[in-house]
């Protein structure tokens, strides 16, 4: 049974699909950080650049978005004779911005439904490949006497099976949707394309046996807006309890740096500026005294897992695994094809590139939104150690020879940490009188005063401080 659940009641909107009792998928929306994929934008082309046949689009958005030459439906044989800086169009994002670089856009706009996807400008339409030619040629003649000249739809494999009807009944939504939206003079947002409430939906609509929401107004939203799906749209007061899931607890899990799996493979994921790499760590497994073939039954589970979760944090990008170890060749491959095989379920784009001379295994996945990491977690900040903290401050303290007195703040820390440093007395070296007192707040070092001794002294008095003078 899959269940798509959707928790609305809460700043942090969460969508968890789960499938037989395990989650298959998590996906979340914050206010302040607005997810563009999908949304729909007016802009004006900023710059073109013919070396790059792209041009960058100004969508009311911090950085301006990207757009290529051949994502415009009516371009001709180069971007300078397709669009002119200053021309107001619209545009669609494909790839969220990431670090300084804007979207990536598409003039060639589309509205997705279950069955069908409207493009304003589409001209023709599409038919699935997985749809049979017979079929396809019938569903592609009806389709096309329902659009006007210039409009196009593509239509998805699950058209095939359903009645011609409410294909066209969510073709004629779609359409007013597009037609009833506001014109705006400033580039900006014209239509958003809602993460949880759209996206995921129709990303799992088919072979889902219920929607799930915690908000009765929402339920009913959810049933006009894809009545095909109406009796599977449920509304349950308490999600966490029906679902068997709570949204902190899988966030703790979805971004723990190690997992271990139930056969105690251990995978550690790190993340780069550039890439996502992932270890792979069999010590629990190899006191079973490992034969010559179990390497690969280790490798194979822990590529699994590594399928999983790469598709549970939304990584994205280049991924590298460094997998155990195994002198046979024909192990290599077989564990390249297995780990193609997993990433399958994914429905994102992944594609396994293959392994380098170094023994690691190459692997891409096509980024759309954040990944949890990203959404969750701050970046991580370089901090000196201890030691280099402790030696910062002698260095500090012997440049500022012309203080007669200083006051520093030290924490507990590198206050005793002090003692085991210094092996020789440098008090002779340190050119002031120093009064040291320990602050619980700290993680290193402040100078709270420098001056005159006296001046020292009466403020450390005024203010109550326990000091010593340390060196």
Known sequence: MRTIAIHTKTSEKVGLVIDNGQLIEYMATRPEASQLSGSIFKGTVKTIHKSMQAAFVDIGESRQAFLKKELIPWGRKTIENSITEGQSLYVQVTKEPIDSKGAQVTADLTLPGLFTIYQPYGKKVSVSRKIEKHQAAHLKEQVSNFLEEGEGAILRT???DTDLSLIKGELKRLKSEWNSLNDRKKPGVMWRDDVLLNQLIRKYANGSDEV?????????????????????????????????????????????????????????????????????????YMDR????????????????????????????GMILIDFISMKSSAHNQELLQWLRQEIKKDPITCKVHGMTKLGLVEMTRTRQLPSVHAQLLQ??????????????????????????????????????LKKQLLLEPISSKIPQELFVRQNDHLTGWQIELEGSLDIIREAAHRRGYNVDKLF
């Open 379 to 416: 970046l991580p900040e370089t901090k000196y150690n201890l030691p280099t903290l402790w030696y910062r401050l002698e260095r500090y303290l012997m440049s500022q020879e012309h203080q007669e007195a200083v006051l520093v703040s030290v924490s507990p820390d590198l206050y005793n």
């Open 212 to 284: 799930v929401v915690d908000d009765s107004e929402i339920s009913q939203f959810l049933k006009k807006r894809f009545p095909y799906m109406e009796n599977k749209i449920k509304w349950r007061k308490n999600m966490a309890q029906y679902t068997n899931h709570s949204i902190n607890e899988l966030q703790d899990l979805l971004t723990k740096r190690t997992i271990t799996t139930d056969e105690g493979v251990q995978l550690v994921f790190d993340k780069t500026e550039a890439m996502t790499v992932v270890d792979v760590n069999s010590h629990r």
């Open 289 to 316: 005294s490992l034969s010559s073939d179990d390497p690969l039954k280790v490798n194979k589970r822990a590529a699994s897992e590594i399928a999983k979760q790469v598709r549970l944090r939304n990584e994205s």
């Open 158 to 160: 699950n058209a095939a």
